[in-house]
């Protein structure tokens, strides 16, 4: 219950957001359990209102409870109902989303947290939750939830630029499988772009990019540099693509714009069979240290659990 009487989060779900106006014009709340403001408890059914202000401005300071974390989020940002200096709570978290220290990470990233049953939250009192990292890098090998990870971490944002690497690849039906899964997965006010051309959008202001991924990147770069041809290789093509892979890594450092970038992590495995696929393991693992180095945050992805190697 409210601390002033008016209805819990549940209630609210039930009511069509009814209640909405005077919990947030409260002076202070208290989470309780009914409410599910631990992280505990079914999503209700409905959706997080957007009209917050009649004057159309965010609320400067108050606690907002939302039914899905990032996605609403989002949407409210959207239509300017949450400002930098709202303080975001999250409540009524499914069964998929993992209790415990995990929640908490992923709910940072978002720029949110949540709060224990019980918890007395006063109007105007700062929170200190930290920001979203401007550069992230998460790293992983195959199947390994580095690209679910990645959305993760910017899905509270209404306006992202996914940036895949891969193209078409007319006629191959698993490739076209993948993206469709891809797509699914994202919000859709996300807009996407086919492009291996990085360097321009990151030196553009705009919204946040999602780069999804650097080690196809890196194959079309050896493509145009000639690399997986010994003669060229040696005549030009390697310190080719050392120019390429530090105008990449300079412009990820300068970039005005939140970036998520995603690569494999292909060194772990067994040693290639050929020269060249020695090649790209080894120019791969070149390419994510020089970027990883002008990263805020970097990640590894393991069984679709994330280990943070830096930030």
Known sequence: MCACGTACGTAWAAAGGAGWAAWAACAAWTACGDCGAAGEGAAPGGTAPVAWRANGTPWPSVRTLIARPCVEFGSTGAVGAVGAATDVLAAHLDHDVPPGAETRRRL???GARAVPDGTTLTVGVYEDVPDVPRRTL???????????????????????LYVATGGTRGGDTEWAERVAAHRERRPGSWRTVETCDLVPLLGE??????????????????DAVGAWDDAEWSGGGEKALRARVGELAEAVRTTRRTVVAVSNEVGSGIVPA??????????????NAAVAAECETVLLTVAGQALTLRG
């Open 108 to 110: 940072a990233a978002a």
């Open 138 to 160: 998460v790293l992983g090998g195959a199947r390994s939830g580095k690209s679910v990870e990645a959305e993760r971490r910017l899905e509270s944002f209404p306006d992202v």
């Open 205 to 222: 202001r705009g919204a946040p990019l999602l780069i999804d991924c650097l080690s196809l990147w890196l194959t079309d770069a050896m």
């Open 274 to 287: 050929t020269a060249s696929g020695r090649r790209y393991r080894d120019e791969l693992g070149r390419l």
